[in-house]
């Protein structure tokens, strides 16, 4: 199922567009703020963000930069205004399309179509011999199966995302369980990584993957 974030204030916009993409059958989450907006992003799994170039609390480019510098999801931008600059920027931000109010909805349909495709080869994350289909949500090592309960496949995907860069404890604390606002203590991320190198290292006792960093948390090693 392809989901869609939509960050747009316009309340009857984002009313109408997440009821016309709904019936096209994505699965649509929307925010009325660029807060709210990038919280939803920084707690769900998203295939294409439709983000409003001017927002009631940040501008919808500093939104589009900050989602930019976690992830490769595609971003089309909406906006009021028909300047080349504003799109100029947009590119340069990294951001995909671009798009003035008024328009069709057929075309910006359309325009998402061609943007979750393009990106859906993107959806296979491979370090080494370990990948992962994210359109299937499998995990595999040397092409052999991996069965992974969700908390595990959600810790080894945002570590394979950040490969080679050191992530405390209390950011994947915060990205893999803390979504719903609950607590969740340092135990609960040993015992699950534990159980995840059991499932993906060689030597369990000697991880050379799933490494930890004294002190701070845990970086993902290409082996």
């Known amino acids: ?24 059958g994505y699965t649509v989450i929307s925010a009325e703020t660029a807060s709210d907006g990038l919280r939803e992003f920084r707690y769900n799994d998203f295939d294409l963000v439709l ?25 089309l931008m909406l906006t009021a205004r028909n300047s080349e600059m504003d799109e100029v920027k947009a590119l340069e931000l990294g951001i995909d399309d671009f798009m003035s109010k008024p328009f069709s909805l ?10 979750v495709r393009s990106s859906s080869s993107e959806q296979i994350l491979v370090s080494g011999d370990i990948s992962i289909d994210k359109n299937t949500c499998k995990v595999y090592k040397n092409s052999q199966p991996v069965d992974l309960s969700k908390i595990e496949y959600q810790l080894l995907s945002y570590l394979i995302a950040n490969e080679g860069t050191v992530l405390s404890k209390e950011q994947i604390l915060e990205h893999v369980w803390d979504s719903h606002g609950s607590f969740v203590d340092e135990n609960t991320l040993q015992v699950n990584v534990r ?29």
């Open 1 to 24: 199922m392809i989901r869609i974030l939509i960050i747009e204030d316009d309340t009857d916009l984002r009313e109408g567009l997440s009821f016309s993409l709904s019936s096209e």
């Open 51 to 75: 983000l409003d170039c001017n927002l009631p609390d940040k501008s919808g480019y500093d939104a589009a930069s900050e989602i930019k510098s976690k992830s490769s999801v595609p971003i």
């Open 106 to 115: 057929a075309v910006l349909k359309a325009r998402i179509k061609r943007l």
């Open 195 to 223: 159980r995840l190198r059991a499932k993906i290292e060689d030597e369990p006792k000697k991880p050379v993957r799933l490494v930890n960093v004294y002190g701070i948390g845990y970086i993902w090693k290409r082996v």
